[in-house]
C-alpha cells in the first residue's frame, strides 16, 4: 500500500473520531441546552445544508477514491451503504440550488437507513453472525469482514460511515427542530 494511502487513511481516522466528539456535543447540546436561542444550534440549522451537502460530497469522493483508485473493492455491505449517501449529494445539491427546505424527512430516513446498514458491518466486521457475513467464499466476492483501515484500535471504514450516518441525524433532527415555530 503506498505511504499516501496510509497518511490517508491516518487522517480520515483523525476526523472520524472528531466528528465523533462533534457528535456528542451537539447531543449535550440537544440535552442540558436545548433553547431555540442557543448560538450553537442556530448555527448548525443556518448551515445545515451546506454542512450535510460537503459531507455527503466527502463521503461519495472517498468511498470512490478508495475503490477506484486504491482498489479496495467494496462489500455488499459498503454497496448498500453507499446506495444511501449517495443521493444525498444529489439532495442537498438540490436544496442548496432551490432553497424550498423540502428535503428534510427524506434525507432523514436515507441517512437512517445508511447509518444501521453500518451498525450491522461493524457488527460483522467485529466477528458476530459470522454465518450472515456477505461473502460466500468465492474467490470473485469481498467478505465484509475485512478491516481496509484500521486505526486506533476502532476506527474502519464502516465505523466512519456510521459516524457520518450519525452526525447526518443529528444536524438535520436540529434543523427540524429549530424550525417549529
Known sequence: MPAYVENLNYILSLGTIALQIFCFIIVANFLFFR????AFLKFLHDYT???GFLT???????????????GFPPCELCWMQRIF???QVILFG???YKKEKMIVDYSLV?????TMISLFHIYVENGGAANLACSTGSTTEVSCAIR???EFGYVTMPVMAFSMGVFMILILSNYKYMSRK
Not at 455527503?56 to 486504491?70: E, I, M
Not at 436515507?110 to 445508511?114: H, K, M, S, T
Request: aromatic share 20%.
Open 94 to 96: 438540490m436544496e442548496l
Open 56 to 70: 455527503a460530497l466527502g463521503a461519495t469522493a472517498l468511498s470512490l477514491f478508495y475503490s477506484s483508485v486504491v
Open 148 to 150: 481496509y483501515i484500521y
Open 85 to 87: 449517501i449517495y443521493p
Open 35 to 38: 433553547k431555540r436561542d442557543n
Open 49 to 51: 445544508f451546506i454542512i
Open 110 to 114: 436515507l441517512a437512517f437507513v445508511g
